[in-house]
């Protein structure tokens, strides 16, 4: 990790209450005819999906139809890996993350990402977790602040009860659900406006998944949330609006429908979709 003294910070956090910055609001993301591509091979074309505010928006669809380089291209993690290439835009509120003079950084500060592994720094202590987005971002805050930002973030997590007693530990002596409740608080630290969730359960068990489930529950009010998971029941009971993609016969994936979550699981207007959400393929 990235070591940043006090004087090398370069900003301050926003925040979190009514009346704040525009840096610490939910924002709406939106993907305009985005299409990707690893080398010659392209796996997105053309993907347009409005994720609101303040909303959880579910990602859907068999193995490989290009669901989790989608939530990649949303934050600009896509252009780590050497062969990628994108097309589109991507829309924060309105402005585009791929603008030319846009750093990266600001994109990935604003739009956070758990993964489908919880991935704390298994041998620093759970307070320092909390804090480590915000040496890496640059973010000066007192120490005052920090103890308040860590029991914040816990608490939104869901696992300050759980943790309040042994701050001090490591991050790696906590269960799999604890270790990804604390990235999840980790996430939430930087206070980004999205936040990005690739299968955040599916290597945990059925008791640590609903734990999450609930957090991602409380968050609304704090975080847009966009998640990718396999689990049919789990993207009906998490989110308000949902996204079926697709990859055809060797075509490059896509979005065959969209809409709330209700009327995608009962009243689907594509077969594929009917088909896909009561489990006849995928
Ligand atoms: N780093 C990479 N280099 C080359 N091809 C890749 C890379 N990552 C993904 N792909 C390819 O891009 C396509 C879409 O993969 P992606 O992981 O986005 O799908 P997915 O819907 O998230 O799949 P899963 O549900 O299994 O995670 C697949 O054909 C995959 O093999």
Request: include cysteine; aromatic fraction near 4%; proline fraction near 7%.
């Amino acid at each position: 990790m990235t070591s940043v003294t006090e004087t090398e910070t370069t900003a301050v956090l926003p925040p979190p209450h009514p009346g704040a910055p525009s840096g610490a609001r939910p924002a709406t993301l939106e993907a305009r005819s985005v299409s990707a591509w690893f080398g010659t091979h392209q796996v997105l074309a053309q993907v347009c999906l409005t994720m609101p505010a303040h909303r959880v928006t579910a990602l859907i669809g068999p193995s490989g139809c290009g669901k989790s380089t989608f939530l990649r291209v949303l934050n600009r993690m896509h252009e780590l890996t050497a062969s990628a290439a994108m097309a589109g835009a991507v829309l924060l509120d309105g402005e585009d993350i791929y603008d030319r003079g846009r750093r990266i950084t600001h994109a990935r500060r604003q739009i956070g990402m758990v993964f489908q592994k919880p991935n704390p720094f298994p041998s620093m202590s759970i307070h320092d977790n909390v804090l480590a987005g915000l040496k890496m971002n640059g973010i000066r805050t007192s120490r005052g602040e920090r103890d308040m930002l860590v029991e914040e973030c816990l608490t939104k997590a869901g696992l300050w009860k759980e943790v309040r007693d042994r701050l001090r530990q490591p991050g790696g002596a906590l269960s799999g659900g604890q270790q990804q409740r604390l990235c999840i608080a980790r996430s939430l630290a930087v206070r980004p406006r999205v936040l990005l969730m690739d299968e955040p359960c599916s290597a945990l068990d059925p008791t640590s998944t609903r734990r999450i489930e609930q957090t991602i529950g409380e968050l609304s009010s704090d975080v847009t949330i966009v998640i990718v998971t396999h689990n049919m029941q789990q993207a009906a009971r998490v989110s308000d609006n949902c996204a079926f993609f697709l990859a055809e016969q060797g075509t490059p994936g896509g979005i065959v429908e969209h809409g709330p979550t209700e009327a995608m699981f009962e009243r689907p207007q594509d077969p594929r979709t009917a088909d896909y959400v009561n489990g006849r393929f995928g």
